[in-house]
């Protein structure tokens, strides 16, 4: 799970400008270890539109052997036959999806705090999202940054659960966040919003493997 959180891309249509599945496409080329539909805010898409992109979406991560990952609809993630979910500490619970969904399912939380690592723990989620670390424009009711000590902290009460940093993410973060111990970066706008996508992939890659190799 550690390593598979090492890039984590996250991607709605909502945050390119260009097409969202070359995007993703381009995003894949340059070593995303996993992904995540996002399709949330202004001008979201829904139903029908949202199932298909989110089924183009699976397919093309499949052809690229990455795990699938869909946020909050659990639904939806268990009708396109989706790898696993991610969900907020609003979102249904860790334990009742773990009841609903697959076995090998990856089932994600988000934690803010020490208390929602813990209870992330106790119910069994496979990884935490630790964040935001930094500001964000891409999440509009993201609560206050937690920085580099946030994670130190919840790492400090969460010992072994793989943790993946979120939140104003850039490529010269990674090595400091995964010193105060987180295992990856999940990102949207560094990625989504480069002109290079692939390009610039392939630097979180570069730099979260050559923390990985003991530097
Ligand atoms: N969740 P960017 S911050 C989707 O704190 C999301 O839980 C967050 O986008 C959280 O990499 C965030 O563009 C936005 O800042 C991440």
């Known amino acids: 799970m550690k390593e598979l959180l090492q890039v984590y891309f996250i991607l709605g249509s909502n945050n390119t400008d260009r097409d969202p599945l070359i995007v993703l496409e381009e995003a894949l080329q340059g070593g995303v270890t996993l992904f995540q539909f996002r399709e949330k805010g202004d001008h979201a898409l829904q139903a029908d539109v949202k199932v298909t992109l989110a089924q183009q979406m699976k397919e093309l991560c499949h052809r690229y052997n990455v795990p699938f990952i869909v946020n909050d609809d659990v639904s939806l993630a268990l009708d396109i036959g989706a790898d696993g979910v991610h969900v907020g500490q609003d979102d249904m619970s860790i334990t009742d999806i773990k009841k609903r969904c697959p076995e090998d399912w990856i089932v994600g939380v988000s934690a803010t705090n020490q208390s929602e690592a813990e209870k992330a723990v106790a119910d069994g989620a496979d990884y935490i999202g630790v964040g935001p670390i930094f500001g964000t424009n891409t999440k509009k009711d993201a609560k206050r940054p937690i920085g580099l000590s946030g994670v130190k902290q919840i790492r400090a009460v969460a ?57």
């Open 159 to 215: 010992p072994s659960i793989p943790i993946v940093a979120i939140g104003g993410i850039q490529l010269t973060d990674v090595i400091p966040l995964m010193k105060v111990g987180a295992d990856g970066v999940s990102i949207i706008s560094a990625i989504s919003q480069s002109e290079k996508p692939m390009q610039a992939t392939q630097a979180f890659a570069r730099h979260a493997s050559y923390f990985h190799q003991g530097m």
